[in-house]
């Protein structure tokens, strides 16, 4: 049974990072107004959601290559993985929400931890998986330490929200991990939000993958069939 949990759990995960950052933005857009109502500021939440959900679009764009005769190649981005969005003590709750929702727009499974805010991160899970977000995809994990949960097995990047030392102390900590090099994604100005108003900010949440196709094969350009003749 616990085989064919984790197959399942993996297929779920698998299947919300390929479906494309706009389809997953459907889902987010419609559990946005309820997360905005949570963080204490509702108007100014929305704004922030808008923003970062806006950007899916670009987040699903493909660039042309340019390559070798006979084949195409394709960058695009998608979701790194596991990743974990932590909310410190000084953590306010629109910037962990707003990690949160960065997080699960481009295409990742997530860890919430914010013991600071247990009963809001529960009704953030519960709010996201009446939208649709599979309990696979997310999950709530506040009642377990913050340092162990650093050193769960291929943790991809971690997202923490508060002071400088409390995004210091999760760095050194998953610096003394194996494995893995697991990135940190801070935001340490609760006020402004301004990392993540930067133009990077979604793509520290993405990894970059190329597919390549050979043209060839498939009647791309004939011709280079002769060339062995």
């Not at 997310?138 to 400088?164: E, F, H, K, M, P």
């Amino acid at each position: 049974m616990a085989t064919e949990f984790k197959k399942n759990h993996g297929q779920v995960c698998e299947t919300w990072r390929l479906l494309g950052a706009v389809n997953r933005a459907t889902y987010l857009q419609e559990a946005a107004p309820r997360l905005a109502l949570l963080t204490g500021d509702a108007n100014k939440a929305k704004r922030l959601f808008n923003h970062l959900l806006s950007a899916a679009p670009m987040l699903d764009k493909e660039h042309r290559m340019t390559g070798a005769t006979g084949e195409s190649n394709d960058l695009y981005v998608t979701g790194r993985g596991k990743t974990m969005v932590i909310g410190g003590e000084s953590a306010r709750a629109m910037a962990v929400l707003g990690q949160l929702l960065a997080a699960l727009l481009t295409g990742n499974e997530v860890i919430l931890h914010c013991p600071s805010q247990d009963e809001m991160c529960i009704e953030a899970a519960k709010i996201l998986y009446e939208a649709g977000i599979s309990d696979d995809v997310l999950s709530v994990a506040n009642d377990s330490q913050t340092v162990t949960l650093l050193y769960i097995d291929r943790l991809a990047q971690v997202a923490v929200s508060g002071n400088r030392q409390e995004v210091q102390a999760v760095s050194q900590e998953l610096a003394k991990t194996d494995g893995m090099l697991t990135q940190v994604i801070s935001v340490t100005d609760m006020n402004g939000l301004s990392e993540m108003l930067t133009p990077d900010y979604l793509y520290r949440f993405v990894t970059e993958r190329v597919r390549t196709i050979n043209t060839t094969a498939i009647g791309g350009n004939a011709s280079l069939l002769e060339l062995g003749t």
